[in-house]
Each structure stands twice: as structure tokens, then as C-alpha cells.
């Protein structure tokens, strides 16, 4: 007999007037859980603890027990905008932007934001600001296909930070790797998957390029098929790696506030690279708050970050352990470490912390990261009126294919 599994479960609708049967967010998933007859049935838009079952008959199902209310931290917040008996339910809350991601093998064309309690939420409409990475408070609607729910966003209420409203004729991203099988590559948070590039691209030995925020122009083909034209730039203000044979480590400032990726795994969040996966339970038993850490990049493709902690260096600011000032709107969450005080901290921890830098053999470079200082610059953005290369030689088109799963 199957044991009973206890689980914090957000209330999104009910099924259907009389019915007992409730569409729940449990770990990030959508799922129908069918509550005892003899029990209340809970409110829209609340965060609950249930006790269930799965059920025999049905897999997309599960059988609730007991429930009660969850009265403990909430990470970040998620409420009812519309009335509980709409067709389409929109749900209001705190986000963090989070660039194009493969989300569940599939890549999105747009930047996407995230809640901890829906995951990563499609924009399929345009509505964020291209070049805005931070915070913002976002109204959502539920959406259901043919064969599924799911988010989609439908109206930022509240940039939290400056929005950057220039257009960039160019795109920003960070070289992941270069020399691998004959190609260079570049990871952006406006790409879902990396934009390669020849060594005709640069002026210059392509190697001194690892770890560095360069401006480049694209062009696509196809859907997810892109290149780099003309000529790569580097932009000002990058940040300077740490190189480990053919590989690199960047020290940065991220907060943590116990947010997980939709496998359970914590999560930290950065103003440059967003999103970055704690694999090595880094921040098990941490307070919550600012840290300066090194990070790497990450490869697996079902992983929406595309960046990993290697160690944790300091504690900047402590937002303490689930306290209500852990969240994603504490005004303090986006401010950079200055840079000085990165490369002191990097020298001070370089031997300590753990052994195991998680750096792999790259099988299959994947992407993110886009600088929104070097974009928020006129210098780089009159670099990137000149990045065109008109000569025939500098013009490379490298397809990227994708399989969408």
C-alpha cells in the first residue's frame, strides 16, 4: 500500500462547480488532486500542505487525504487577480526575468520570467521589455491547450529596476568556449541556444576571448537557427575570468532566497546572468540573502540555468531565514558588488571551498547571459553600429539546430 506523500500545493481552479477535483501547482507541475468528500475545499490562489495518494486509475490525478493551510515562508508571492469563477484566471505576483530558456526541451523566443511557485513563464506576446533584467511585479493568466495548462504572461505591473529603453541594433552575450571542434561559441540571454562563430569573426587570437562580454550582430534563418555576421566586439566593463585550461569561472554577486528549479534543485539569481543552479547543495542551511560566489557554465539541456555555483566566497547582505524580507522584492536584491571588492574577495577565497569545481567535458555547448551594463552604454552601442563586416570573408553562417522535443 502506497504511502501517504506530504506536499505544499498552490490552489489554481476548480474543476467544476460541485466537483471536489482542484487544479494544483505541486512542485512546479499542474496537477489534478481530488479532495476527501468529508473535507472543506480550499480557496483560490492559496498555498496549502496536502497529504496524498496517487491515483491507481489515473496518473494525471492524485488523491488528497488532508489538507491544511501553509503558514510558513513563501519565497516569492503569487495571488488571484481576477474573480475565482473566470474562464481565464490571471494570478498576480513577483518575478525575476530570466532570458530565452529551453524550458522542459523546449527553446522559447522570447525572454521569460519566473515565479518559484509556476516555474518559468512564457512571454509569448512581447509584453516584457526586451532588454530589462531584473525584478518586476507580472500579472499571468492560465492557458490550457489541447492537451495541457500553462502560464503565460499577460502584463508587467511594476518594473523594480531601471528599464533600459534603447534599441540595440546588436546583441550581448559572453564567449562559453572556443576551439571546440573547430567553433567558437556565444551564450546570450537572447538566444536559447548559443550562437557560434568563426575565428574569422574577430580580429584577433579568439582564445583571449574565454570568459569575455563581447557585441555581435546575428541573423536567423530559421526558427532557432542563428549566426554571427561581421566582425565580434568587446564590450567595455567585462568582467575578468579565471581560466582553467580551456575553461573559466566568473565571481559575481546573486541572491538567494530558496527558490528551486522545477527538479527541486535550489537556485540563486544574478542582475548579469540571471538564473544559476546550486548542484552541489552549496546553500544547504544558508541564510538567506546576497553572496558573492564563482560560478560556471552549465550544459544540460533540461536545466533552464545555463550557469551553476562552484563556491560560495562571502556573505554580502543577510536577509536572514525565512523572514518576510526574503523575497524578491527586497529592495536591496539587484545592487552589483563593486568590482574591486569581486577581485579581493576572488583572490582571498581562491584556494578554499570545495574541491570539486563541477567544470565538465563540453559535449554540447549550450547558452545565456546577456550584459545589461555593456547594452545600457552609448559607447557599446555606437560599437555596434560598426560591428558590420561588409567583406564576404568575415560573414560566417553557422546553423545551430534544434530539436524540440
Known sequence: MAMAIAKKAFVIKRIATSSKTFLLMVDKNFVLGDFAAKDPTPTIGAMIVINYKPNSKDKSMINISTWVPYDGYVTMTLSLASKAFEEDLKFCGSFYTCGCVRYKGIPLAHPAVFNDITGVVRDDGGVLAKNYIGKLRATVKLCKTSSHFEWKLCGVDEYLQP???????????????????????????????????????????????????????TRETTPYT???????????????????????????????????????????????????????????????????????????????PRWKVRRILNLVQ????????????????????????????????????????????????????????????????????????TSEDSETEVKVTVLIL
Open 318 to 389: 543577510c536577509y536572514g531565514k525565512d523572514n518576510e524580507q526574503g523575497n524578491a522584492e527586497h529592495p536591496n536584491a539587484a545592487q552589483k558588488c563593486p568590482q574591486n571588492h569581486i577581485k579581493k574577495l576572488s583572490n582571498n577565497f581562491l584556494d578554499e571551498g570545495r574541491e570539486d569545481s563541477g567544470i565538465e567535458i563540453e559535449k554540447s555547448p549550450e547558452s545565456s547571459r546577456k550584459s545589461s551594463d555593456s547594452l545600457a552604454k552609448s559607447s557599446d552601442g555606437d560599437k555596434c553600429r560598426n560591428l558590420e563586416d
Open 226 to 304: 542563428y549566426y554571427v555576421t561581421g566582425k565580434i566586439e568587446s564590450s567595455k566593463g567585462s568582467m575578468i575570468p579565471t581560466r582553467y585550461n580551456g575553461y573559466f569561472s566568473l565571481t559575481l554577486e546573486v541572491e538567494y532566497i530558496g527558490c528551486t528549479d522545477d527538479h527541486g534543485i535550489k537556485v540563486v539569481w544574478s542582475n548579469r546572468w540571471e538564473f544559476m543552479k546550486d548542484q552541489f547543495d552549496l546553500f544547504r542551511d544558508r541564510e538567506y540573502g546576497i553572496y558573492i560566489i564563482e560560478c560556471i557554465r552549465h550544459f544540460k539541456s533540461e536545466d533552464f
Open 163 to 217: 528599464v533600459d529603453d534603447n534599441l540595440h541594433q546588436c546583441s550581448c552575450g559572453i564567449v562559453g568556449a572556443v576551439q571546440q571542434r573547430g567553433m567558437n561559441y556565444i551564450t546570450s540571454r537572447d538566444f536559447p541556444h548559443d550562437v557560434r562563430f568563426k575565428n574569422v569573426n574577430f580580429n584577433g587570437d579568439v582564445e583571449t576571448l574565454l570568459g569575455t562580454d563581447v557585441c555581435f550582430l
